[in-house]
């Protein structure tokens, strides 16, 4: 178990160490970093000082080290477009995304799970093949699609709720919430369902198929056969035996929410770090790609962790299989 | 060639329209009407010059008076532009079916290169083996770990980086179809990996490899043939995804320049008049989009199904 986790952390490290790489890389060498960040009277004088004070001569070796080292910290640098640090505009932006995402993830849970449940406890009930179509539909439509047709059934033809932006928002110390307003609260409806659907769909596609697997198990029908009520064979025993690899894919899923926020946060221009990375990626502004790279990067990292160990602490049978084959 | 076909009882043709894929194609509608629509946006894209209307790209038969109009069933509309025209006088359907045209040519493209990489990949991963194999999968395990437009996106930030500004719309195709191919090879990877680790073990490939067959030659003719299927059912399924990247970084505006029509800028700059009540810009590509990738995901489902021997 020790040795396991070790193992794996040990894969994480390296993984992070590469895209730091890759981000120290993009820093340094794509364009010149000095001509980013002074204007164009600067005399060659001046750029030599601010190139030594960076130290931008130093040994590659030297140079990364002290760019791991301050993105440890969560220092960056200073956007190039914006002229200011990389950390504090993360930080103005953060709550957005993160309420956004966290909004939309818990939308998905509380709706993708019951109707998988139900499409395969009830296969050929009307309403099973109703939601199966749907999700076709679902997974076929692209999420800004679905964001541009909410904009105008709501937005334009109902006028019932705001196209863009956050509403109001209240200054909780450095964390600003729109969960307490009325406006913040009617501007994240759209981009929280937007950004929920795709997940969604996958989610009940996934509670479906894993059902349907164990509904056909042996320990299932054995149930049946002692007569125990169809409720309670299905939530308790068939549901609970679906949630080891459901619970994996919703963690992993919780990273793609993140990245797919991007594009909910420019449909609906949500003032949170996607609508950033993208204008960031636009302007060719290094340092927050640099920043973003890494913090996603992170993410995933821990997510993917946290669900191997949660695998292995969960599902005794890996256990003893590596016992077993020795590794 | 000729000689094969006087021994085998029917012509391959006819093999072909008697085998077990051909009657589980023609007994299931929804499918035929799929694949229909497929080629139907497939033609119309590749034959786009003498299928359109009208040139949305030629300024003289442009005409600024006819901007704005709405769909033909519509009041006001025009019997000349079917889904009416946008702020500048072109044919929305006409600029649908240019925009088809760039958006597969950049998915086709992404999938033929992601294919060509992930195969590759995963022979020489399968067949090679050791530490070769050990760092080719463990870059995949990392890569399929992010999600693919994430990924594509970067990709395509960093070239842009890279290359000087005012080198970027001449190249952003290109760059996006890079973009689009080294995000989607993985999957190619794990799955000819397995079958190379399968077949290399089996009787008739350590005979080939007995006789002095190069392992390129091997490869070649026998380990591939037997991944042709699933390669094909996440191709299909890959066209899909490529679709939808495309237009999604289009649309993000990382993708090709605004100015070049694609599904993704179409919808992107339509979205501005969204709210001026000209919906028509942006709905119908939007919805030709989703048909389309519907068309196509149905169509892989049900080629993986009867690929599929144990679902028989």
Do not use: C
Request: proline share 5%.
């Amino acid at each position: 178990m020790i040795g396991f986790i070790f193992k794996r952390l040990l894969q994480s490290v390296i993984v992070m160490l590469t895209v730091a790489l890759i981000a120290f890389a993009l820093f340094r060498y794509v364009g010149d970093p000095i001509n980013n960040m002074v204007g164009q009277d600067t005399t060659q004088e001046e750029r030599a000082a601010l190139k030594e004070r960076l130290g931008l001569d130093d040994p590659f070796l030297v140079q990364f080290g002290r760019f791991a080292k301050n993105a440890a910290q969560g220092e960056f640098g200073i956007s190039y477009q914006h002229r200011r640090p990389v950390s504090d505009l993360i930080a103005e932006r953060a709550p957005a995304t993160l309420e956004l995402s966290l909004l939309s993830a818990l939308l998905a849970i509380a709706v993708g799970i019951p109707m998988g449940v139900y499409t395969a406890i009830r296969r050929d009930g009307w309403l099973s093949r109703a939601f199966m179509s749907l999700s076709l539909i679902g997974i076929s439509l692209p999420t800004f699609l679905i964001g541009i047709l909410l904009i105008l059934l709501f937005g334009v033809i109902l006028r019932w709720l705001p196209t863009f932006g956050r509403g109001e928002v209240v200054q909780l110390g450095w964390w600003s919430t729109g969960l307490l307003t009325a406006s913040g609260l009617k501007a994240l409806i759209m981009p929280a369902i937007t950004l929920a659907l795709f997940q969604m769909t996958l989610i009940m596609r996934l509670v479906r198929a894993e059902m349907l697997e164990v509904l056909r198990t042996d320990f299932v029908k054995f149930g049946r056969a002692r007569g125990l009520p169809d409720r309670y064979i299905h939530f308790k025993t068939a549901l609970k035996n679906t949630m080891v690899p459901v619970i994996t894919i919703i963690g992993l899923q919780l990273g793609a929410i993140i990245a797919f926020a991007i594009i909910t946060e420019t449909v609906f221009q949500w003032p949170g770090m996607g609508l950033m990375f993208i204008q960031a990626v636009r302007e060719v502004d290094i340092p927050i790609m640099a920043a973003y790279l890494v913090m996603i990067a992170l993410i995933f990292v821990v997510i993917n962790l946290v669900v191997d160990i949660l695998y292995y602490v969960v599902d005794p049978r890996l256990r003893v299989d590596r016992a077993a084959t020795g590794h | 060639m000729a000689d094969t076909l006087q021994r085998t009882p029917r012509t391959r043709l006819g093999r072909a329209f008697d085998s077990d894929i051909w009657h589980s194609f023609i007994r299931s509608p929804l499918v035929i009407l799929s694949a229909v629509i497929s080629i139907a946006i497939f033609a119309a894209a590749i034959f786009a010059p003498w299928i359109a209307p009208h040139n949305p790209f030629d300024l003289a038969s442009i005409d600024l008076m006819d901007s704005s109009l709405p769909p033909m069933w519509l009041e006001d509309g025009d019997p000349r532009f079917l889904l009416g025209t946008d702020d500048q006088g072109r044919d929305i359907l006409s600029t649908i079916i240019y925009g088809a045209r760039i958006s597969l040519l950049v998915s086709v493209a992404a999938v033929v290169f992601s294919m060509v990489l992930g195969i590759t990949l995963g022979l020489i991963s399968g067949y090679v083996g050791g530490r070769t194999d050990a760092i080719i999968m463990r870059v995949a395990d990392v890569q399929l770990a992010f999600p693919a437009i994430l990924i594509a996106m970067l990709i395509d930030g960093v070239v842009r980086g890279l290359l000087p500004r005012d080198m970027h719309g001449d190249v952003a195709i290109y760059v996006l179809v890079f973009a689009i191919g080294i995000s989607g090879w993985v999957q190619y990877a794990r799955t000819v990996r397995g079958s190379t680790l399968v077949e290399k073990n089996k009787e008739y490939v350590q005979a080939a490899r007995v006789i002095g067959i190069g392992p390129v030659t091997i490869l070649w003719r026998h380990v591939l043939p037997n991944v042709t299927g699933p390669v094909l059912v996440i191709a299909t399924i890959h066209l899909a995804i490529a679709i939808i990247t495309e237009a999604t970084l289009s649309f993000l505006g990382v993708g090709v320049p605004p100015t070049t029509p694609s599904m993704g800028t179409l919808i992107q700059v339509g979205q501005d008049y969204l709210f001026s009540g000209e919906w028509w810009i942006t709905i119908f590509p939007g919805i030709a989009l989703a048909v389309l990738v519907l068309a196509i995901n149905l169509f892989g489902d049900w080629l993986r199904d009867a690929l599929n021997p144990k679902l028989r």
